[in-house]
């Protein structure tokens, strides 16, 4: 154990298929490392398609019984899991952010996210109603039941190593389906302690597998391929959710896709400019800016431009980059050397173009994760830093002159995850909030991410919703019951 837990039952560090903890069949494994300090952290099983089949099987096994049991006793099992992931804050804490880099404070607040849907869906799995429609003829009724859909796959990224499992797993399982899990090569340490967790709540075996990989591909090509699988809920890059639907349309499966984003953040010349600063800092630069919600392109009315930039240099100037298990810290390291050869990329094509890096600009060390906040002014729609996602610490400052222009450049991406601004004006908070093509808008605030609400893009953003009354829905079939002959 590399990391000092204070319950050493939470140091897993191998797949979980049918309740029993295994190695990959062929006994290879890869490494976790910190990727602020590059130690090496564990060694966890290198799995492929025959141990996703075994977990799909188990799954299908525990099917029968689990969606067999009441909504309630699917809820209790559920609320213990929630008390037992709170009593276990803090080790699920050190492990996320030694693992995935974020301040100790985010990794907590991360917990208590990723937890608190588990809480929810306990309670929604309650509320999994029917209908009894008016019927076409005197002699029949029709009723509706929503039923689980079956064997759920979770792919999930390494950006929230616990609440995008908890997201995709808690309303699938309160509905009364069981899943098969695939966290992501960089995070798998926090997912495997969730399981832990969950087996300690009183899972049955088979009702939650996860096997691990260094590489997606094969387990992805099972999962998708297996007719038992009926649900992919993924979460992740673009290009590979696109692959993952193509793959699932061969066995017509429902999927849930939450894909990336390209973030307007707008400061109209009506704003709270302070607040609109406080709104930035946190839509920007949480978890170092690698989030699909974060603000990508700041687009700032040209009356407040300038105002607004000194604003933000020095809030951004406050930021302390370092270890995320240091006290005041904010900034951690980015997740790898090639996201951060990204961000480098993406700021000196800007630069080169004429942008001017008022703040920042490279790396915080050199050979290192982390990259310095960064503020850009001076950039215009033809620098790269317009159309693709940044995940890193950087924000780009584009100027517009009307609120057309907003909206226009604000929707011309083929993304639609989140979008944020700021103003005072009630007729144009109404307009702009209606215009924005996207599934999430964040009007004078900043942090929109709750288990209460819908959380989902559109466009190329993403299909289905997770969160809220509504996240149970993408978990269950609808069947239609015509009863006859009264
Ligand atoms: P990111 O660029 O944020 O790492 P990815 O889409 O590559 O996003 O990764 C998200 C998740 O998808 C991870 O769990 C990863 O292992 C998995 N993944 C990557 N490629 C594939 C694939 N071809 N099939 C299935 N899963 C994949």
Not at 8 to 13: C, H, P
Not at 115 to 133: L, M, N, P, T
Request: proline share 4%; charged share 20%; aromatic share 8%.
């Amino acid at each position: 154990m590399t990391i000092q837990l204070t319950d050493s039952g939470l140091w897993q560090t191998h797949g979980h298929i049918d309740g029993k903890w295994v190695a990959s069949d062929s006994g290879k494994t890869f490494a976790v490392v910190d990727p602020a300090t590059g130690e090496h952290l564990a060694d966890v099983p290198d799995m492929g398609a025959a141990e996703t089949n075994r977990a799909i099987d188990a799954a299908n096994a525990a099917l029968l019984t689990w969606r067999a049991k009441t909504a309630k006793e699917r809820a209790n099992i559920l609320r213990k899991w929630f008390d037992l992931c709170m009593a276990a804050q803090a080790d699920l804490a050190l492990l996320m952010t030694r693992e995935q880099g974020k301040p100790l404070a985010e990794a907590s607040g991360e917990v208590a996210y990723g937890a608190s849907f588990i809480e929810w869906f306990a309670e929604e799995g309650k509320r999994i109603y029917g209908d009894v429609i008016p019927s076409h003829g005197a002699d029949k009724r029709i009723i509706t039941v929503k039923q689980p859909i079956g064997v759920v796959a979770a792919i999930t990224p390494w950006n929230f190593p616990m609440a995008m499992i908890t997201r995709k797993c808690a309303p699938a399982l309160a509905a009364g389906c069981t899943v098969v899990i695939k966290p992501a090569e960089d995070t798998p340490l926090t997912a495997l302690a969730l399981v832990g967790l969950a087996k300690r709540a009183g899972f049955p075996d088979g009702v939650i597998n996860i096997v691990t990989a260094s590489h997606g591909a094969e387990i992805g090509a099972e999962l998708t391929a297996n007719p038992i699988v009926r649900k992919l809920s993924f979460t992740g890059s673009t290009q590979v959710g696109k692959l993952l639907m193509r793959q699932c349309s061969d066995t017509v499966k429902k999927v849930s896709l939450e894909l990336g984003g390209n973030a307007p953040f707008i400061v109209f010349d009506d704003a709270d400019l302070d607040a609109a600063v406080a709104g930035a800092i946190a839509s920007k630069y949480r978890n170092a800016g690698q989030t699909c919600v974060c603000a990508n392109r700041i687009l700032v009315q040209e009356g407040v431009y300038d105002a607004f930039a000194a604003k933000l240099a020095e809030a951004v100037g406050k930021l302390r980059v370092g270890l995320g298990t240091e006290k005041g810290i904010t900034q951690g390291p980015l997740i790898n050397a090639k996201a951060i050869e990204k961000v480098e990329a993406l700021v000196e094509d800007a630069v080169s173009r004429g942008a001017k890096a008022v703040l920042g600009g490279d790396r915080a060390k050199p050979d290192s994760n982390f990259f310095t906040p960064t503020i850009l002014t001076g950039v215009t729609s033809n620098m790269r830093i317009f159309s693709e996602e940044i995940f890193g610490p950087v924000a780009p400052l584009f100027k517009f002159s009307s609120e057309e222009d907003a909206i226009r450049m604000a929707n011309d991406t083929p993304f639609g995850l989140a979008a944020y601004f700021y103003a005072r004006d009630i007729g144009r908070i109404w307009r702009v909030g209606e215009a924005l093509e996207y599934g999430i808008v964040g009007i004078n605030e900043g942090i929109i991410s709750t288990e209460a609400a819908p959380f989902g893009g559109v466009k190329e953003s993403g299909i289905g919703r997770e969160g809220s009354k509504y996240g149970v829905d993408d978990f269950v079939e609808i069947k239609y019951m015509c009863l006859g002959g009264l």
